[in-house]
């Protein structure tokens, strides 16, 4: 009894083989953009010379630069309007703050104290000739009547200048400037501190109200009573003025009355006369009818 040989191997178990898979499309080439995009190399043909190559060469160089010109100009193109855009907006804001300077400043000048020229220019009690007038001439061309659209424009300007020109006025400054000393020895007499004291000195460094509040107040105060006591005597004078003036008229009247008096008595004196002489007629007519009662 002879043994078998064994089977030959089979498939392994399992589904039935199928077709075998497809490999996934290719991705289409990107191209890039034709401004962008370099010429293809050119085939050189047997016996092409060297110049044809050069010029191959700038002609694609040509035609790049074009392209790259065409997008700058377009860059250059929206950075002008960009930069319009803003220099417009600049000029409007210029406008608009020199627009509101104008009127801060004439609600300044219009609200100062105006007895005092130092507050209405807003200059220092030091500052010189030099710097009242640059400081007027810088405020007088920021709100001249000219230049800026406000009701009461000329009435601030004329209010400036009235005030410059008392300042460089040196008998007005003068009398100014003694008002402002006696203020600050006012002032001084009433914190208690001699009249020889400092300006910078560390007593008045922290008082509350500060010393040039005080100073100015005081200032005020002086400028009030003086310009009170000056209404007054203006007054007085006025009244003085008029007391003359009403004797002066009632002289005049009083010899109008005696020359109008004079002339009506010289125009009845014909007939004064004539009433006279028939009064002495008419007496001695009488005289001569009256009997002799003792005959």
């Known amino acids: 009894m002879t043994g078998r040989a064994p089977p030959p191997p089979g498939p ?88 509101l300077l104008q009127q801060l400043e004439i609600d300044r000048i219009l609200s100062a104290f105006r007895l005092n020229p130092y507050d209405v220019l807003e200059v220092p009690l030091e500052a010189d000739d030099k710097e009242i007038n640059k400081i007027y001439r810088k405020k007088s061309l920021l709100i001249h009547p000219d230049k800026v659209k406000h009701e009461r424009a000329v009435e601030a300007f004329d209010l400036l200048k009235k005030a410059s020109s008392h300042l460089l006025d040196e008998e007005k400054r003068k009398a100014l400037d003694e008002t402002v000393m006696d203020a600050r020895l006012m002032v001084l007499k009433e914190l208690n501190l001699p009249f020889a004291t400092p300006y910078d000195d560390a007593r008045l460094a922290n008082l509350s109200p500060s010393w040039d509040d005080r100073v100015r107040s005081a200032t005020k105060e002086l400028m009030v009573d003086d310009e009170l006591r000056r209404r007054k005597a203006i007054r007085v004078q006025h009244q003085a003025e008029g007391e003359v003036q009403r004797k002066k008229e009632q002289a005049v009247e009083e010899r109008k009355r005696k020359v109008e008096h004079d002339a009506a008595w010289e125009q009845t004196r014909d007939h004064r006369v004539a009433d006279w002489r028939a009064f002495q007629k008419g007496s001695k007519k009488k005289k001569k009818s009256d009997p002799n009662v003792l005959g």
């Open 12 to 99: 392994p178990p399992g589904p039935p083989p199928g077709p075998p898979p497809r490999p996934p499309a290719p991705a289409p080439p990107r191209t890039a953009p034709p401004v962008l995009s370099p010429l293809p190399p050119k085939e050189h043909k047997a016996g092409s010379t060297s110049a044809e190559s050069t010029a191959d060469r700038g002609a694609a160089t040509s035609a790049l630069l074009e392209s790259s010109g065409n997008a700058g100009n377009g860059l250059q193109q929206s950075a002008s309007i960009t930069f319009n855009n803003t220099a417009d907006d600049k000029r409007a804001f210029a406008l608009e703050r020199t627009s």
